[in-house]
């Protein structure tokens, strides 16, 4: 039995998300999620199989949840799901630990074959998702995932943008004020900004949060 777990922001998402697996034999939802914050958590709890995770979520990101449940529960595979088609999410997905990535138009004919591809440790792109991949490489448009800021320092970036105050980000990320500060001031120092508003429209170009 491939156990479960679902996060995405969206109620009415994750029903449909649970109406699909519950129709499979093999597999069983153990744990849902709002964020990635609640995700980790989860998975932390119930020990899924494998996670899937919406790309864009309140609080902590699909991506930067990928990357803590790797590092926390390496036993816990990650599929990410997500409305973008951008290539640079899939590398960043790549990039982040998950095994696989399913775009949410093609869930419904897309993510019960991902689901078991990734429970049986092999990795899952949604074909629409390797067409566009190989189309801005043939254009010579080939995505540049760098960033200049650390996983640590863009989860910040994201809680700030989202409106979080100093004390209420570190209990999110579980540091210190002190800390929290630090990166704040390291971020501004490395992207030349200033303030909360030019670390909003930053995060909203990346794609931390929606505008």
């Given at each position: ?36 914050v ?44 997500s ?62 995932v ?66």
């Amino acid at each position: 039995m491939i156990r479960v777990l679902i996060a995405d922001d969206h109620g009415i998402v994750r029903s449909g998300l649970r109406m699909l697996i519950d129709r499979q034999l093999d597999m069983e939802v153990v744990a849902e999620a709002t964020d990635g914050v609640g995700a980790l958590e989860s998975t932390q709890l119930a020990h899924p199989d494998v996670a899937v995770l919406d790309v864009s979520m309140p609080r902590m990101t699909g991506l930067q949840a990928a990357r803590e449940i790797r590092a926390h529960a390496p036993d816990t595979r990650v599929l990410l799901l997500s409305m973008h088609d951008d290539a640079h999410y899939f590398l960043e997905g790549l990039d982040a630990g998950a095994a696989g990535y399913v775009l949410k138009r093609a869930a419904d004919t897309d993510l019960i074959e991902a689901l078991r591809a990734v429970a049986a440790g092999r990795t899952f792109l949604s074909s629409e998702a390797q067409r566009q991949l190989m189309e801005q490489w043939l254009e010579g448009e080939g995505p540049d995932v760098k960033d200049p800021l650390t996983p640590r320092e863009r989860e910040v970036v994201k809680l700030i943008a989202e409106a979080y105050t100093n004390r209420q980000i570190a209990e999110t990320l579980k540091v210190s004020e002190k800390t929290v500060e630090s990166h704040r001031a390291n971020v501004l120092s490395k992207l030349g900004m200033r303030d909360r508003v030019e670390l909003a429209r930053y995060a909203i170009r990346q794609g931390l949060v929606e505008p």
